[in-house]
């Protein structure tokens, strides 16, 4: 069962374009939501998160987007770069589940210069 | 600061045997996991210890078992080696989680496990 969902297994873009990374839910417990990118042969680095009470939080080029009642998240990258190229996790956490992760697939972004 | 270390960093097993993964973080944190990455399914959580001197099972938890040595080490045991285990294994460690707030999980490099 997997309450965390990412369909899109890879996006390619260009370079200076925007990227969005889409990424569903099932669990309505789930009340924090959050953004890993992951480089080859690396572990996964934070990148940003987002509290349930919230529908948006922005963080330089990166923008999180939570639509609670569609149980939707994206992340936006504006502009996109070659070095944001990297498969990028989405992560969610249950209210009660303390410091417990539910991940996505992944999706490999590609930018290309 | 190293972060959070792991080791080792490759490792080939045959069905049976058995191995211990070590992760140490210096950043004082109180919590630390253990996940491991397949192909096609994200991260899961194997094990994971909220403070010293507690373990709990995470979503995937059988044929392996975990050690919290003290504040800084974690460490993540397979005591007969299966093919199904061949995957990448990750520590995290963040600082202890509420239900109010939530703080970022630091990831170690990951060790490449294969099971012959």
């Known amino acids: 069962d997997q309450q965390v969902k990412q369909n899109s297994p890879s996006l390619s873009v260009q370079e200076g374009r925007i990227s969005i990374l889409n990424c569903d839910y099932t669990?309505?417990?789930?009340?924090?939501f959050l953004w890993y990118k992951k480089y080859p042969a690396e572990g996964p680095t934070f990148l940003i998160s987002?509290?349930?009470?919230?529908d948006k939080n922005e963080d330089g080029r990166f923008t999180v987007f939570l639509n609670k009642s569609a149980k939707h998240l994206s992340l936006h990258i504006v502009p996109s770069q070659p070095g944001d190229s990297a498969v990028y996790f989405c992560?969610?956490?249950?209210?009660?589940?303390?410091?417990?992760?539910?991940f996505g697939q992944g999706t490999i972004l590609t930018v290309h210069p | 600061n190293a972060g959070v270390t792991q080791t080792p960093k490759f490792q080939v097993l045959k069905t049976g045997q058995s191995m211990t993964l070590q992760c140490a973080q210096d950043?004082?944190?109180?919590?630390m996991y253990w996940y491991r990455q397949d192909p096609g399914m994200g991260l899961r959580l194997i094990y994971y210890?909220?403070?010293?001197?507690?373990?709990d099972k995470g979503e995937v938890p059988n044929g392996y078992n975990v050690s919290r040595l003290n504040k800084r080490e974690f460490s993540l045991r397979l005591e007969s080696a299966a093919p199904s285990q061949t995957s990448v294994y990750f520590c995290?460690?963040?600082?202890?989680?509420?239900?109010?707030?939530?703080?970022?999980?630091?990831f170690g490099p990951g060790t490449r496990l294969t099971v012959l």
């Open positions: 995290a460690s963040s600082e202890f989680p509420t239900a109010q707030a939530y703080n970022e999980q630091f």
């Open positions: 669990n309505s417990m789930f009340d924090y």
């Open positions: 987002i509290s349930s009470i919230k």
């Open positions: 992560a969610a956490k249950g209210g009660t589940s303390y410091g417990k992760l539910t």
């Open positions: 950043m004082n944190h109180n919590s």
């Open positions: 210890s909220a403070s010293e001197g507690t373990t």
